[in-house]
């Protein structure tokens, strides 16, 4: 089939790759133009402009968007005008399943077919194979079928599900669904990152523990400050984390491929020195809380997660001076200093 | 090698079965005689007392323990006096770590070296290999290699971790580690199971969320007790969590073994009626939790995960009686009864 | 002064009383006219529609809802046709504060000016007084400050905050505060409720770890499922929680109105045996949390608190079966029944 | 009666003074003079070592320790040998109730009686008196009655509690309680304390939104690693936050003593610019969550506002960079800059 794509940033590009690798005909626009033309290079038509883009796609037209988030109205408002009736237009990205809906109905008023795509896989994708929630009318995912079981992993080695004999040959199984009406792509998607958050967080508090386990082998302070450790015998272990990592990787109940990537961090840098712990959330995290709390239904793991990055950002400096400020009032206790 | 196994529940009789199957020789002893029975027709050696188990097996004796971690001081007090100094006695169970520090000083007072083995794999662990976290004596753990190498899982085909070219060899990537002394294959384990609960929350809340993505289809009360759904709107979907599980599996962030269950789960029964979801704990999140504690790090997930599972056992009651007393007292606000 | 009051409930009714005792006139409305009938009696003007009260108050009017959020909108859209350009209406109850800042734009349009008062006080407020946190213009907010003072605690005999020598006669030492532009009332309102939710739960966690500090005297089955309490002899305290909260009151660190009302509520029933511990949420505690998440601030302690209410209406159910059914299928285990 | 201190810190030498003013007899004690210089002066008989004290007193004796947890082990030690069956040994300062349990079995095997007084009222206890928990046996406890009444508060003019009309003449409304046996003060202390913790984090969490409630007028970046602000029109309000504290003193839901402090710490400065938000934990907060987890009680609360001081102190770093060692190796996002 052929397709535009429209944001050619560490996705999109290998997305244009990996459909082209399955023999579909891409056009592509990206806002700085050597993406194009590095794309164009490998074998996709190259567009310099919106208007163009269209101008080189069959009608009905199939356009993907794979912008950030907070670009995707402005990216639709400059190409709906140039849309006709009956042409397709895909979000990929990772937009508020709200704004979804309010843009599938203004789509719509023009004859404009709108998809949500919750697309994971990250930059391992081109390789690995995307992850695709799709939310929109059922005929159009149809339609699109192909575009999405190449992008999609497929089958690959990976066992089948025990109880799923009656829902084999269902597209879940080649790592692509239609999960619902428009904005249903987005809300699994953003449901996914929700957890993604979780089970990071799951296992760099875990991670931690056991880098902390030989706290015991250090001086402490006695003062009223300080909580004394009671048993620093208990506290002696020097572990590996890299191997730690790897074991777990074979036969335990925690294997994942969060861990696989965590192994390759640990092994590249026992230390992570490259990092230092500044961690950035996208939106869907939120999202996700905003819904548990919006359905009244209780989300502690994956909201903690959440709130760990926010405090990671420093988010969280003022409340501490309060309890600084209320402690200094009570009890007349100083901070004590960074060591 | 030889080596005498004593508890043959869920894990210690497929462990045995996994050993023979590796050409390893096995005693077995178990509480109540039929499984004894089983895998004496098995192929195994039955012994229908410690003494008998003990006597069976040539000095210096190697014991494999798998039995509850309530059991294990029992069983170790029952064993101990039927050693002889240079035997190897392993706690293959859940133990405690600092548990571990004490049996393991009260048995090289005697000779007998002492091991403790966490072990990840659950009922599969026949098929897949055991995950095994090691703590004691170096060369203790070097001359049973060849038990824990069959008893793991091996490389099969999962891919090396980049970056570790120059850890290769190690055991680690078969599924089994010597992580340090005494204690350290437990506080491992602990850990392992500490983010295992992590891992789970964070599934479980997100697909609950994606359960009630209905909610704005059902009617609300409009009362002062009630929050209303601002935006019913935005919760008209009947999504297909069996499918959801499924198409995770492949290509997204969030794949995991734990979500291959899930899947399975799912798959067998979509609203999961057979379970009430009273939710057991049986340690090693409570030692994870503490081990935090006692280091003064924040593992604010890994504790939700903990106190989700009190919860859903009914052991927030009390409190929240007190919260319903309060609202009373300071509103005049009576409970809503359960619908 | 003059004032209208529409809603006559637990809030409502006592309000009309502390202003009519203060020397205010209040003509009043309510939907059922029992609460009606009652007020005239005790000096107010009763009206039977809001037209008839819009008709019995001179112009310009001030008209006081004091009705559930949900039915503000309502009442707003039932009164605004009745109302002349320069009329004040208050929202005194527990709206959501994005829905003044669309309600204030929409009747300044007409031009009647709306306030948005955050009401704390509950049933006791007719003796104690009403904190109000107050949201508009500031010129109208002065026009009705008699109302305010009447309607405040006042100073009382609460001594004077160090450090505020240079604010002194501002209204927030009688208990009300112009907090800002519209919304502002609301917002801090809110906060305070989510703070509320806050409180309440430190408190409830507390006693419930008071209530079960006797658990060493009960015996505990020892299985895999069953973490057995380490220490029981730990755990033989029978405390009386209503002298706990009692001694609390003076001069301890965690003294409160809220501890209070929990010493109140103690010595009346000690098993709190009235209350099943099913908690309502009104709606500040979601909105705070949803504002902490938009501003990317950590907020833990008022989300577990917000949350707990959630699980203790049950709404944990469905994860806590994915928990319970992953157990299952990695661990065959099987639930406990509850007892 | 006659009382002997050792430890003259902010809680000890005040305690003396407000003994002495109730018409005490005090012998002290401090491991630096100066402070056994300055209570002399004002009418305490000083002591320049532990066996001065104890020569100084009559038997049998009340000694009552006022050190840091850390030191009374060995205070106790050094004492004790000096001691005759008979006297009386009070650990007044903030000891973990596991550990009274060992000291008052160990003295009662020598004879002498053993209390433990968890002791609260902060700096401002000289004028407030002391809110006082008392564990040990009912006679000792009944013994020292006068000393612990001109301690406590008394009832001032707290109201009394409605309910407890036959419970009058109770201690605990004079402001100290025999909460049981050993370890009983202790174990209410330290709940106590946990409940302050989460006291203090709802306060300061939701300052904290109210201060960040003008972010709205910030400018924000768009780009694939940041939330965008989806209403910045809802966050546009500058609050006087100590306005708001003054406010909600009276008459509202939240007022309480700590609510007291804040209001001084914000009235003296409005940015608590003194203070770096560096929160330490004095042991409590860490036991009251041990005991819930050891009860199988759910204290997220309590946990959360626990986490919170860890991550103040940069505990959490090592967690946060796993994060984004994941976030890097799946999605290639690089970390934003602090700013």
Chains 1, 2, 3, 4 share one sequence.
């Not at 990996?18 to 050597?34: A, F, W």
């Not at 669904?177 to 428009?182: K, M, T, V």
């Not at 036969?251 to 861990?259: D, Q, T």
Request: net charge negative.
């Amino acid at each position: 089939m052929q397709l535009g794509m429209i944001g050619l940033g560490r996705m999109g590009a290998n997305m244009v790759r990996r459909l082209m690798g399955g023999g579909h005909t891409c056009v592509v626009y990206n806002r700085s133009p050597e993406a194009v033309t590095t794309l164009s290079a490998e074998g996709a038509i190259g567009a310099d402009s919106l208007a163009d883009l269209v101008a080189k796609l069959e009608t009905p037209r199939t356009l993907w968007l794979m912008v950030p988030a907070a670009a995707v109205d402005q990216s639709i408002a400059d190409l709906a005008p140039l849309l006709d009736p009956g042409d397709i237009l895909i979000d990929g990205g990772n937009s508020y399943y709200v704004d979804d809906l309010r843009r599938a109905n203004a789509l719509s008023a023009k004859g404009i077919h709108y998809l949500d795509v919750g697309t994971s896989g990250g930059i391992r994708g081109l390789e690995r194979g995307y992850c695709m929630m799709i939310g929109g009318e059922r005929e159009i995912v149809a339609r699109l079928d192909p575009i999405f079981k190449t992008l999609a992993p497929g089958r690959g080695d990976i066992p089948p599900t025990p109880g799923r004999e009656d829902r084999r040959g269902r597209t879940a199984e080649d790592g692509y669904l239609h999960c619902g009406p428009n904005g249903a792509g987005h809300f699994v998607k953003m449901v996914h990152n929700g957890i993604e958050y979780g089970l990071m967080a799951a296992y760099a508090e875990g991670f931690n523990i056991l880098k902390q386990a030989n706290i015991g082998k250090a001086e402490h302070a006695v003062d009223a400050e300080t909580t004394p450790l009671r048993h620093p015998e208990h506290f002696q272990y020097d572990f590996d984390l890299a191997d730690i990592a790897e074991v777990w990787r074979r036969g335990s109940v925690v294997a994942s491929w969060l861990l696989d990537l965590t192994a390759t961090a640990l092994s590249e840098s026992p230390e992570l020195s490259d990092f230092s712990g500044r961690v950035s959330d996208s939106g869907e995290g939120r999202w996700t809380v905003q819904a548990a709390i919006d359905q009244g239904v209780p989300a502690e793991v994956l909201t903690a997660a959440l709130y760990a990055r926010f405090s990671s950002r420093g988010e969280a400096e003022f409340q501490n001076k309060i309890l600084s400020a209320m402690r200094f009032q009570f009890g007349g206790h100083h901070e004590k200093p960074r060591t």
